[in-house]
């Protein structure tokens, strides 16, 4: 299916990523190379990287990029993210939700579960229309 080789192409790439990001850190400090740079300890930023993945996969990627990537930020649905958080919950140093500032009165209250406290993804009422980040943990 569709999603099946979406999925298999959001691995391949996250394993290749991964891959360079480790061997940058390898690297690090070493200038004697005449080809290549001195490498460093970079952060990787995933944009959904888990969701065209079934649970199986996501567990397995998570623990790959866990145990490979020193700093990783991952952005993420609660609900494409949940399957693997606790794989990646040892690594998890900050978490922070996007809520969206609305200037009309009222309308529909989103609201999303993290570590069993309820957090309302929207705001009505503002002075201006904006995403915010907010830090929870």
Same mark, same amino acid.
């Given at each position: ?26 690297? *690090? ?9 001195k490498?460093?300890?970079? %952060?990787?930023?995933?944009?959904? %990287? ?19 990537? *020193? ?11 949940? %399957? ?10 900050? *978490?922070y ?18 570590n ?12 201006? /229309?904006?995403?915010?980040? /907010?830090?929870?943990l």
């Open positions: 299916t569709e999603s099946r080789s979406i999925g298999k192409s959001n691995v391949l790439a996250l394993f290749f990523t991964t891959a360079l990001v480790d061997f940058c850190k390898e690297r *690090e400090g070493n200038d004697e190379d005449q080809y290549l740079l490498g460093t300890k970079a %952060p990787l930023v995933l944009d959904s %990287p888990f969701s065209h993945l079934d649970d199986e996969y996501k567990i397995i990627c998570g623990k790959i990029v866990s145990e490979t990537v *020193e700093q990783v930020i991952i952005i993420s649905s609660s609900d494409k993210i949940l %399957p693997v958080k606790n794989t990646l919950s040892s690594s998890i140093g900050s *978490e939700i996007m809520i969206n500032h609305e200037t009309k009165g009222d309308g529909n209250l989103d609201t999303v579960m993290i069993d406290k309820a957090y309302n993804l929207t705001k009505f009422s503002q002075d201006k /229309e904006k995403t915010a980040i /907010e830090r929870i």
